[in-house]
């Protein structure tokens, strides 16, 4: 149980990693 519980989280965290990079390329890419 506890180890699913900390997969989600790590996925949910590369994603939330994955979400910041996009966002820079994209402020980046707008100047």
Do not use: K
Request: with cysteine.
């Amino acid at each position: 149980m506890h180890a699913e519980l900390r997969a989600i989280r790590e996925e949910r965290d590369r994603l939330r990693c994955e979400l910041v990079d996009s966002r820079a390329e994209v402020a980046n890419y707008r100047e």
